[in-house]
């Protein structure tokens, strides 16, 4: 079992940025694929971005790459997500996964965190 918890969610302008993390429990986290999603009001969650185990592999959703980088400190146990050139479509909760294989995909995850609040005003 590992525990997620997220932050650096906030209200930023358009074009501005933020940087989320997500710190994990456990020492099995530099085991772990990770992945960031999101959920804006009235819509399903989506996914963001992800990385596998070693960090060595990236996936970024069409609208945020380019923009959105993900990585992860495996000696810190926490991931993070650079995020860039924000629009107000950014405007969602923010949740990080853990995938127990390590592959880091976009589906197939274990444990999700709670969520951190990222407004983007115009």
């Known amino acids: 079992q590992v525990q997620l918890v997220e932050s650096g969610g906030g209200l930023v302008q358009a074009g501005g940025s933020l940087r989320l993390s997500c710190a994990a429990s456990?020492?099995?986290?530099?085991?772990?694929?990770m992945g960031w999603f999101r959920q804006a009001p009235g819509k399903e969650r989506e996914f963001v971005a992800a990385?596998?185990?070693?960090?060595?592999?990236?996936n970024y959703a069409v609208s945020v790459k380019g923009r959105f980088t993900i990585s992860k400190d495996n000696t810190k146990s926490t991931l993070y997500l650079q995020m860039n050139s924000l629009k107000p479509e950014d405007t969602a909760v923010y949740y990080c996964?853990?995938?127990?294989?390590?592959?880091?995909?976009?589906?197939?995850?274990?444990?999700w965190g709670q969520g951190t609040q990222v407004t983007v005003s115009s």
């Open positions: 990385i596998n185990w070693t960090g060595g592999s990236t």
């Open positions: 996964a853990a995938d127990r294989l390590g592959y880091g995909g976009t589906k197939g995850y274990d444990y």
């Open positions: 456990g020492r099995a986290f530099s085991r772990y694929g």
